[in-house]
């Protein structure tokens, strides 16, 4: 093992770079998946040093439940012992799992509540709340709905309300609730125009289509676990964006309208996210997202151009994400083997 075990702690430094450039050069769809599977294996990889460093640091300490075999001096001399270390890692880790636990809870918490503010609208794609803020998001579907029944009616107050407005249609309502669906509130519709509208719904609708908030969840525990991918979330959070307006001028065939879209909701809606989904629907750098879609499309590249800027910087932090998978995966198979062979049977 040696000093490798805690090389995955600082490698993430090394996608620094490449998050930066990725936002400027490269297409926002290839940007979001590189970025976002960096993250990740970055991430589990810091989080296994973790609980390496924990264990081994550890296991000498006074009361510990680990068999006594590992604590035997040869095992000492072969795995990197270091008690300060070993105690900083227990709270490091706690703190990990109880960050990364939260954002969990929290995520699951706003979908619900989302899809209880949609309980007896009309079952449409669109779904239009009467708001006096203006805003909009794409709310993801969910298995059985938040809150739901297994006969597929809410439960609670909401469900009284269900029940009351469409006694005829539960299972309207749960199929509702178990896709996704573009919300949007009347303050904002009441502010675009025809063109505009159009451009809005098709952008929420490319969110829905890809997927967008398991990147965006992913980064964010990515970040949870380790504060130096936070860069990354950032990035991916500003180029899922840019990949929904790249898709939506696509789509509507003016690149301009787009613009002029996403640059309205903001100023109407003064830039801030949507209250009912925040954390799932960050509008991202608002300028930065209309002066990109005033130029020229992005041209799509399966890995950027190796002689590059931006081709160099994915290579280094793909580099390092591979010492990190091999460095983790090494220390945690020698640390196996010699306390399997250090533990009596």
Known sequence: MGVFVFLPLVLPLTAWPVARL???HLHPRTATRLLTVMAAVLALCSTVCLGLVMVVGTAQLPGNPLPDGWSDPEVRAAVPYDEVVGKAAIPALCAVLVACC???WRHARVRRQAHRALIGLPDTEVAVLPDGAPYAYALPGGRRGAGAQRDGTPRGAAGRRVRAADRRRPAAAARALRRGRVVVTT????RLRPAERRALFAHERVHLAARHDRFLL??????RANPF???LHTAVTYTAERWADEEAAREIGSRRTVARAIGTAALVSGGAPAPAFPGLAAPGPVPRRVAAL???APVVHRWPPVFTSVGLAAWAAAAGTAVSAMSSANSAVT???????????
């Open 335 to 345: 640390m196996v083997l010699i306390l399997h062979a250090a533990t009596p049977l």
């Open 102 to 104: 939260r954002t969990l």
């Open 218 to 223: 992913t980064v964010q525990l990515a970040a």
């Open 294 to 296: 005033l130029g020229p």
């Open 187 to 190: 303050a904002l519709l009441d």
């Open 22 to 24: 990725a936002e400027q």
């Open 229 to 231: 991918l936070r860069p």
